[in-house]
């Protein structure tokens, strides 16, 4: 008996937990549309434009390094007025691609330097502070190696900072290719939600909200005012713009200004950048969290910025409701299914349907793209969070641990069209234990699904459906993807190379020689 109410006690506390941050979404919606007409717009205009630097940083990017560049050199806002700085850690052929490059373009006329750094201390926050030190602009506009400006991103941006207390100016994310496959189309319509409604919702209400790390601007003062950039946590960008909103700058966002960046397009490579996203969020939230907590910002704030930083948690009571699923269906078999229904089956709703319609209003907001686009795909993309799980909840312990793990960037390939390829490409997110897990989960849940039949329980169908299609979705493309990675590596390398023996290496079978490009991978 005391092991049957600890397994429903405990299910339905998940519930209630998930609904809790489920309903956040709807507060994000209504706040949105109360806000809808608070457009940010600049205080004056500069009469004479400050100088602006652009860091480009860099880490083995070779097939989109030269893209950006080039882009970057479009870029409409007065030469006298400009620098680049391309920061590159990289250890492969992108350190020739880019030096390259900025012989190039500097003998086009433009003022553009290579800084490259043989370690990467810091990783992406080590690499933007060591260029901030030769940075000759008042203001630093950050791009990551996937993005693609429009000529016009710094003119739309650069006058909002005619009013002093201003720290940052972000544009929106957009994708380059968010219809080459079903996870991109995902990805787009999770992006979508933190950039239209999310960002769009924060900012226009007066809440704390995070600089992405890329498509903004910065005033170099706001900066060394909150102390510089910071190397631990994984999300740089998220603990400096909280630690600088404490100091009381402000931040604007441009739902208008679309900077595209390319997708991931293998699933390893989506769950290598979640993980990321989900531990950095967790780590800043253990170290900024109490900071605002005790701040004299107000409770509105001090709210939000609970919800921001601690919204990952969904992801372990998530992977335990999903454990739990079956457990309560055996017990519910022999007990009060009906009664217990009449406070879980609403819970189940509220949270989906807040979820539901949170991304179906910022699909109608984006405008490109049908409510009848976006409604196809819900079912997927509910699927594909719960999938995540797992990989989430890895991210969210090592975090609350404080087991410290290396920046991984997310691989770029180039790719921009539909049809374009990146099968034969090198960079690839690493194969780890976790697609295991989710697969078994999923075969867990085919077993679910069996009870839920052989018990007459069609009401619960659905969700496990939800849950077993998401692991199984997640599992298998990542077991996919990292086994056709591991193949291709196999047959692109050549025979080992036997030399003899020499008094300086007296093993008999001599030195194994493999070739450069076979260690990169």
């Known amino acids: 008996m005391l092991t049957e109410l600890l397994i429903l006690g405990s299910y339905g506390l998940i519930l209630i937990l998930l609904a809790i941050f489920g309903f956040h979404r709807s507060l994000l919606v209504y706040l949105y549309f109360k806000h809808r007409k608070n457009v940010p717009v600049p205080k004056e205009r500069f009469k004479e434009l400050p100088r602006v630097t652009i860091q480009l ?3 083995n990017e070779m097939y989109v390094s030269e893209r950006l560049l080039e882009a970057t050199a479009a870029i409409d806002y007065p030469r006298d007025r400009l620098d ?6 990289s250890t492969d052929e992108t350190t020739e691609i880019c030096r390259a490059k900025v012989a190039d373009l500097r003998a086009r006329g433009l003022d553009i330097s290579y800084i490259h750094r043989s370690d990467r201390t810091g990783f992406k926050a080590g690499a933007l502070d060591n260029g901030l030190r030769t940075a000759k602009g008042e203001f630093v506009l950050i791009l990551d190696a996937d993005f693609i400006p429009q000529p016009s991103v710094i003119m739309d941006c650069i006058h909002h900072f005619t009013d002093p207390k201003i720290a940052v100016v972000q544009a ?33 209400s007066g809440r704390f909200f995070n600089f992405n790390g890329t498509a903004g601007i910065w005033r170099r003062t706001a900066i060394e005012d909150a102390g510089g950039w910071e190397h631990d946590t994984l999300t740089e960008d998220m603990d400096l713009s909280y630690r600088a909103q404490l100091r009381g700058w402000r931040f604007v966002y441009l739902k208008d200004v679309v900077v595209p960046a390319e997708l991931p397009v293998e699933m390893n490579a989506f769950k290598s950048q979640q993980f990321r996203w989900a531990k950095g969020s967790i780590q800043n939230a253990r170290k900024i969290l109490p900071r ?12 939000e910025t609970f919800f921001h930083l601690t919204n990952n948690v969904a992801y372990p009571l998530l992977l335990l409701l999903s454990l739990l699923l079956l457990p309560c269906l055996m017990l519910r078999s022999t007990h009060g299914w009906r009664e217990v229904m009449l406070v879980d089956l609403p819970l189940f709703f509220g949270t989906t349907l807040s979820v539901c319609s949170f991304y179906l209003t910022t699909q109608i907001e984006e ?7 976006g409604l196809r795909r819900l079912p997927l993309l509910l699927a594909t ?14 975090a609350l641990l404080g087991r410290e793990s290396e920046f991984v960037r997310t691989p770029k390939h180039g790719v921009v069209g539909k049809l374009q390829s990146w099968k034969e490409k090198r960079y690839r997110g690493a194969l780890t234990a976790v697609p295991f897990i989710e697969v078994a989960l999923a075969c867990y849940f085919a077993a679910t699904l069996g009870m839920a039949i052989w018990a007459g329980r ?28 591991r193949r291709e590596a196999r047959a692109a390398a050549p025979e080992p190379v036997v030399l003899p023996a020499t008094a300086s290496d007296p093993e008999p079978a001599g030195i194994l020689v493999r070739a450069r490009a076979q260690a990169r991978r």
């Open 57 to 59: 940083p860099v880490y």
């Open 458 to 485: 069609y009401v619960s169908i659905p969700f496990v459906l939800l849950f077993g299609t998401g692991y199984a979705y997640v599992g298998f493309l990542s077991l996919s993807h990292g086994v056709r990675r």
């Open 292 to 303: 605002v907590l005790r701040s004299d910002v107000s409770a509105a704030q001090k709210v």
């Open 172 to 204: 929106r994310w957009g994708h380059l290719n968010f219809d080459h496959s079903a996870l991109t189309r995902i990805q787009a319509l999770m992006l979508d939600g933190h950039f239209i409604m999310e960002h769009t919702a924060r900012c226009r």
């Open 385 to 398: 969070g719960i999938g995540l799980s797992v990989n989430q909840t890895r991210a969210v312990f090592e």
């Open 367 to 373: 405008g490109s793209r049908s409510v009848w686009w």
């Open 84 to 89: 680049i700085q391309v920061l590159d850690d």
